[in-house]
């Protein structure tokens, strides 16, 4: 066994013999231990692989969207686990899973044991990280409490609760008695004091799942009995006034209630699976305030472009991205910029997701023919000068869009392809006549969701090995003005650590990295000639186009956002 973590760094050719030396100099006038002196120097994963192979202890790394089974995680109690730093992990047969932090701490091992012990279980130990150990800790809630309180008054009544589908009438009685609705309270009120975006509801063999998705990803919450399913189901159809007889197809629908004193909107999506159906909420709050497009991440030279066509009085702005990617928010902080008394702008939206005054905001109904083509075309009597039409999904759509920007008026909309350079082809696809886009088109904006690192405990390290390369790599591939003006100063990244202020996620709400492509007299001539596939990417060179994932590393490097979440999410 080596002597030091130190060592450990050395032999496996982290650091050199000589900063090994230096490091040691360094360590004997640290207050703290070897551990947390390394930390500041490097990445978590980095010290715990060293750590890993100092005490022998097989390292886990977990996924942040991993849901601790609920037969393990009852094994070891909330206080033990915040106490010792250990979690359970996985439950097989007689075998334990368990994470720990600090397989060094004798009492965590006798506390360990004796859980065991009382259990009659084996334990097969792993180490793992700080971040791991709280994101993972946060499935100890206090929703638990509460759903359990609200059970009990369910479980005298299991075999009533206990609703066949073809039931409609029972259904609706069940879920209207209080225990459901304080269930129901529960879910939501935990949902918007966590910030979720969504909630899914979801039926499995033997119970019924409940995940919340914070910051673009998705958490375990909680498991209830399946008993309780298709009671809760039938409340929330109630809310959003959906057929609750009718289970074999999808439904949509939405409702508003009040939290904490907060109008908060519902958008409610079911859907029939196996197992029942599937319910997913998104939640929408009117009264949360429009961001500025620097506070939703866009600055710099791209920045400049989308000034420069937000400028002009007629043509299109497309934004894309896939779902979620924040497309509509993009738009409707645009029409912020836009937006005074001199300036007619109408939208139509699915859903109107943001109350924004001063704008002629409309919701398409689709099951009454109010479609974004119908609602377009009235639009247009309208005399306006703006128009927003939340997204380009069919070929009408896409041919009256490219006709309103033709004839005077200022169009944002949005559409699903993957990057900019793919937008002129879909607009093609999707009947667009291509001689029509050259003085249509102004602005295309691809755009991605990423994690903003907490500023109160994110942690700085310099850069090595593959996470060097790949800032190199991506660096020679900008512009040359970026390419000096990155270089001017040493590379230094930060990575999530967590903190009481980020719910020791490491993270606070998302920011956008974007692209942005420009229509200009040489892309105009490319799009004339049918050159698109061969062409566009040369163009967009020769702009001088900041890619995804450019943007992207310039924010790492200015320690916004991290490298792994940027190499996830981009190409």
Do not use: W
Not at 46 to 53: E, G, I, L, Q, R
Not at 164 to 191: G, Q, T
Not at 267 to 288: A, H, M, Q
Not at 478 to 497: G, S, T
């Amino acid at each position: 066994m080596q002597k030091t973590l130190i060592d450990i760094l050395f032999t496996t050719h982290k650091i050199s013999k000589e900063e090994a030396v230096s490091l040691k100099e360094e360590l004997s006038e640290f207050s703290g231990t070897e551990e947390e002196f390394l930390l500041e120097k490097f990445s978590e994963d980095v010290v715990f692989d060293a750590k890993s192979k100092f005490y022998g202890v097989p390292l886990k790394k977990v996924r942040e969207d991993y849901s601790i089974p609920g037969n393990a995680l009852s094994q070891i109690p909330e206080e033990v686990s915040r106490t010792y730093k250990i979690i359970p992990l996985l439950k097989k047969g007689s075998l334990l899973e368990v994470g720990m932090v600090n397989p060094q701490d004798i009492k965590a091992s006798d506390a360990i044991k004796f859980i065991l012990t009382s259990n009659n279980l084996n334990a097969q130990i792993f180490l793992i990280t700080n971040s791991q150990f709280n994101f993972l800790f946060r499935q100890y809630s206090a929703i638990d409490t509460k759903v359990k309180e609200a059970l009990e008054g369910i479980e005298e009544k299991t075999s009533e609760v206990e609703i066949k589908l073809d039931d409609p009438k029972k259904a609706e009685k069940i879920s209207e008695e209080a225990p459901i609705n304080k269930l129901i309270d529960v879910i939501f009120k935990h949902a918007y004091e966590g910030k979720a975006s969504d909630i899914h509801i979801e039926p499995m063999e033997d119970d019924t799942r409940v995940r919340f998705r914070i910051d673009g990803v998705l958490h375990a919450s909680l498991t209830l009995p399946k008993a309780t399913h298709s009671a809760i189901i039938s409340k929330i159809k109630i809310l959003s006034n959906l057929k609750i007889d009718e289970t074999r197809v999808p439904q949509d629908g939405r409702f508003r209630i009040r939290i904490d004193g907060n109008p908060i909107d519902f958008r409610v999506s079911t859907f029939p699976t196996i197992e029942g159906e599937k319910v997913v909420l998104r939640l929408l709050d009117p009264s949360t305030g429009l961001k500025t497009l620097e506070e939703l991440g866009f600055f710099g030279h791209s920045y400049e472009v989308i000034e420069r066509s937000l400028k002009k009085p007629f043509g299109m702005v497309l934004t894309t991205g896939p779902t979620g990617s924040g497309k509509s928010t993009t738009l409707q902080s645009m029409l912020g910029v836009l937006n005074n008394e001199e300036v007619n702008i109408i939208s139509l939206e699915d859903p109107v997701e943001y109350y924004v005054n001063g704008v002629n905001q409309s919701q398409i109904r689709p099951e009454i023919d109010y479609t974004f083509a119908s609602g377009l075309r009235s639009i247009l009597r309208q005399d306006p000068n703006v128009i927003m039409v939340g997204e380009v999904r069919d070929s009408e759509t896409a041919t009256l869009v490219v006709h309103a920007a033709l004839t005077g008026h200022l169009v944002f909309s949005t559409l699903h392809t993957n990057d900019a350079i793919g937008v002129v082809s879909r607009l093609i696809d999707m009947g667009v006549e291509s001689f029509l886009l050259p003085s249509a088109l102004n602005l295309i904006i691809a755009q991605r969701l990423i994690k903003k690192l907490c500023n109160d405990c994110k942690a700085e390290y310099k850069p090595e090995g593959r996470a060097k390369e790949i800032l190199d790599k991506n660096i020679s591939e900008m512009p040359q003005f970026l390419q000096d003006e990155v270089r001017k100063q040493e590379f230094k990244i930060f990575q999530a650590v967590g903190c009481p202020k980020c719910a020791h996620k490491g993270t606070i709400g998302r920011m956008v990295i974007f692209e942005v492509l420009e229509m200009t007299p040489q892309l105009k001539s490319i799009i004339i000639n049918g050159e698109v596939d061969e062409k566009i990417n040369e163009e967009a060179k020769r702009q001088n186009m900041i890619s995804l994932r450019q943007d992207g590393i310039i924010k790492v490097l200015k320690g916004m956002i991290s490298l792994e979440d940027v190499l996830q999410d981009t190409v």
